[in-house]
């Protein structure tokens, strides 16, 4: 079993920042990809940011030069820091993993959700 859980989501006034993080545990072997992806009502989910097992990052145009994607492969955690926010960040954000469990079996895993909300 491998679970993913969020935090650091909630209510941020235009231009403020909040940091997310997602913390992976279970019976992981190793970790790949990590990634974090956000729905907002009425829309289809979208990637946010992506981070290799290298460090290579990948963004969303309409977040570049905002958010900015980290991991701590110690801790098996992501991070998601986001600046300059706006009211169309507003959305459910969900965190991602690429991990090859202990019975080498290789899955994407998702975090349960964090709600990020910004508006005056």
């Known amino acids: 079993q491998v679970q993913l859980v969020e935090s650091g989501g909630g209510l941020v006034q235009p231009g403020g920042s909040l940091r997310l993080s997602c913390a992976v545990s279970?019976?992981?072997?190793?970790?790949?990809?990590m990634g974090w992806y956000r729905q907002a009502p009425g829309k289809q989910r979208e990637m946010v940011a992506t981070?290799?097992?290298?460090?290579?990052?990948n963004y969303a145009d309409s977040v570049k030069g905002r958010f900015t994607i980290s991991r701590d492969n110690a801790k098996k955690t992501s991070y998601l820091q986001m600046n300059s926010l706006k009211p169309e960040d507003t959305a459910v954000y969900y965190c991602?993993?690429?991990?090859?469990?202990?019975?080498?079996?290789?899955?994407?895993?998702w975090g349960q959700g964090t709600q990020v909300t910004v508006s005056s």
């Open positions: 991602n993993a690429r991990v090859k469990t202990l019975a080498f079996l290789t899955s994407d895993y």
């Open positions: 279970g019976s992981i072997l190793n970790i790949y990809a």
């Open positions: 981070i290799s097992s290298s460090g290579s990052t």
